[in-house]
């Protein structure tokens, strides 16, 4: 269990990116009364976790509808962490865990920011919803790892909340440098992890044999 529940939190915290979000929370939240800034993180991270709670519990019954095997989907899913984890290595945004210009151009447009951008695709974003599928397909059915799975996304949930509850002092504490140096170390994780789940979906798809 020990070891599902750190590879859990390693992905989620790398898929979701609690201090990013944290970071441009606050300069989207900075004209907002300290009332609403609450309301409006409750309710984001709220949304984001009931969208990631549906993918982690129905999300094989879509594979099994749609025909989609483990092996498919643990290569998917690797080569999409994969390039989250490029990006967090890198510093760079290329859309698959944070907004795009189109997108952030529509946010400043929108007064209630808490469904888009920040639920999704901020919080549950495509890297975060595949990483959830993934995980909790390659318990292969197993209770005790499902439990720790959902215990590290709910555990990232909620620091996700806490840190946009206190994202002006994150930004202050941290800077640049050291949001990229924390985003730079959990994303060499990821991308490690990811190469091993295209390595485990390659082998269990028989297209190799030995």
Known sequence: MSDALIIGFTTFFATIGPIDIAVVYAAMSREMPSSQRWRT????????????????????????????????????????????????????????????????????????????????????GPGAIGAVILLMANTDGDL?????IVSSLTLVLLMTL???????????????????VVSRIFGLLLTALAVQFVFDGIRGSGLLMT
Do not use: W
């Open 41 to 124: 993180a409750l309710r984001a991270v709220a949304l984001a976790s009931c969208l990631l709670y549906i993918f982690a519990f129905f999300g094989q019954v879509l594979l099994d509808r749609l025909g989609i095997s483990l092996p498919a989907l643990r290569t998917a899913g690797g080569i999409l962490l994969f390039l989250v984890g490029l990006d967090m290595v890198f510093a760079r945004h290329s859309g698959v865990s944070s907004t795009t210009r189109d997108e952030d151009h529509e946010a400043r447009a929108r007064k209630d920011i808490a469904v888009f951008p920040l639920a999704t695709p901020l919080i549950a």
């Open 144 to 148: 005790i790892k499902q439990l720790a």
């Open 162 to 180: 806490a840190l946009m509850l206190v994202s002006s002092a994150v930004q202050r504490l941290l800077g640049v440098t050291g949001m990229n």
